[in-house]
Every structure is written in C-alpha cells, then in structure tokens.
C-alpha cells in the first residue's frame, strides 16, 4: 500500500480543515488506517484509528469531539476531519495503514504516508 497525504495548510484557530489520504494498492479496503501527528522536537503521537470495515473508530482524547476520521473504500482514501483547530494541533500529519486492528501503536501499522503541515495560527 502506498499512501498520499494531502490537505494541510495554514488555518486560524477555530478553523477546520479536512485532511485525505489517497492510497494505492489492493488491499486499501482490508486495511485499517491511522492519522498521526509529530510537533517539532516532539514524538509522533496517534490522533484516530478507523477499522477496515469503518465500524470501528478510536481517538485520542486531545481530539475527540472535534475530529472525525472517516473512510471510502471505493476511492481508496481516508479523511480526518478536525474543527475548532487549536495553535496546539500544529503538526505534520501522516497516515498510516496495517492489518492490526484499529490500534494506538506506531510499530503496529506499516505502511506510512509522506505527512501534510498542519500550522494553526493564534
């Protein structure tokens, strides 16, 4: 699977934005997908998950209520939707995709996109 990122820009906060991540390959639709972030100097961290099927989704708690990450099987690609954006979220975001169930864990998922900037200004 090979993963494109797309969507980032430079927003105000309050702003949203709709990150997508277009990918390659058979097996897109019996993969679960993951959108991550990493600040300078810091490590990358899991912001959602969704399941391969998309029954199933999971957030970190610095995101929930104001981002939903959704899929489409048919164009291959995965969104996160992120609102009410804080200078905090600041961040390139990747996604990512493996076959271990919807899961917090880097090593877990591997296939990994390029990353899109996200810079949120206050």
């Known amino acids: 699977v090979q993963l494109q990122a797309s969507g980032g820009g430079l927003v105000q906060a309050g702003d949203s934005l709709r990150l997508s991540c277009a990918a390659s390959?058979?097996?897109?639709?019996?993969?679960?997908m993951g959108w991550f972030r990493q600040a300078p100097g810091k490590e990358r961290e899991f912001v959602a998950a969704?399941?391969?099927?998309?029954?199933?989704?999971d957030y970190a708690d610095s995101v929930k209520g104001r981002s939903t990450i959704s899929r489409d099987n048919a164009k291959n690609t995965v969104y996160l939707q992120m609102n009410s954006l804080k200078p905090e979220d600041t961040a390139v975001y990747y996604c990512?995709?493996?076959?271990?169930?919807?899961?917090?864990?880097?090593?877990?998922?591997?296939?990994w996109g390029q990353g899109t900037q996200v810079t949120v200004s206050s």
């Open positions: 990512a995709a493996g076959r271990s169930g919807i899961t917090r864990s880097l090593l877990l998922y591997g296939y």
């Open positions: 390959g058979r097996t897109f639709s019996t993969s679960d």
């Open positions: 969704i399941s391969w099927s998309g029954g199933s989704t």
